[in-house]
T-cell receptor, first 109, second 122 residues
Framework: KQEVTQIPAALSVPEGENLVLNCSFTDSAIYNLQWFRQDPGKGLTSLLLIQSSQREQTSGRLNASLDKSSGRSTLYIAASQPGDSATYLCAVNGYKLSFGAGTTVTVRA | GAVVSQHPSWVICKSGTSVKIECRSLDFQATTMFWYRQFPKQSLMLMATSNEGSKATYEQGVEKDKFLINHASLTLSTLTVTSAHPEDSSFYIC??????????????????FGPGTRLTVT
């Protein structure tokens, strides 16, 4: 059974600081890994998808890395803004999509 | 592209009644759709996987007679919560993919998520 862990559970930073969110998973037999953003009471917004053959993906201020052999992915958000405040979910796609519990980020103005 | 809608966005019903939630892929054909539920402050848990034209596959612990799933077309899946009780109150989210899970599991296609439906049972 795939176990997905996200550390830290919560993070508060001042505006402008870079964010580093960690995701680890126990079964390296995956097709891909996705990072999502979820605002309170809302659905999921897909941020980045990394196929198992890739090492990283970038989109604007976001960069996600994947080390499948060690079961780790990291999401970097550069120059954080108050609008980045949300919960960030990591999801690993093996036989099914397994989600971590998320990291709740607060960016202070 | 790749937009998934859900209807209704929120619903309040009385205990004992049934509620139907629709999930639609608006600009692609969804061979496979997934239903998740999310309790407050918790992550998403997969309830079931449905392929168009066949019976849904339910995760362990999910009552198939209580959560009826129908995937009658390539753009529509419905989840019916039968005889709803307060403990069924949750956030239900669907996702859709053009990929076919087949028997060997998903092929790595990206899943596109709907905006979710907040169900409150009084």
């Amino acid at each position: 059974k795939q176990e997905v862990t996200q550390i830290p559970a919560a993070l508060s930073v001042p505006e402008g600081e870079n964010l580093v969110l960690n995701c680890s998973f126990t079964d390296s037999a995956i097709y891909n890994l996705q990072w999502f953003r979820q605002d309170p009471g809302k659905g999921l917004t897909s941020l980045l998808l990394i196929q198992s053959s890739q090492r990283e993906q970038t989109s604007g201020r976001l960069n996600a890395s994947l080390d499948k052999s060690s079961g780790r992915s990291t999401l970097y958000i550069a120059a954080s803004q108050p609008g980045d405040s949300a919960t960030y979910l990591c999801a690993v796609n093996g036989y099914k999509l397994s989600f971590g519990a998320g990291t709740t980020v607060t960016v202070r103005a | 592209g790749a937009v998934v809608s859900q209807h209704p966005s929120w619903v309040i019903c009385k205990s004992g009644t049934s509620v139907k939630i629709e999930c639609r892929s608006l600009d692609f054909q969804a061979t496979t759709m997934f239903w998740y539920r999310q309790f407050p402050k918790q992550s998403l848990m997969l309830m079931a996987t449905s392929n168009e034209g066949s019976k849904a596959t339910y995760e362990q612990g999910v009552e198939k007679d209580k959560f009826l799933i129908n995937h009658a077309s390539l753009t529509l899946s419905t989840l019916t919560v039968t005889s709803a009780h307060p403990e069924d109150s949750s956030f239900y989210i669907c996702s859709a993919t053009p990929g076919d899970t087949g028997l060997a599991g998903p092929t790595g296609y990206e899943q596109y998520f709907g905006p979710g439906t907040r169900l409150t049972v009084t």
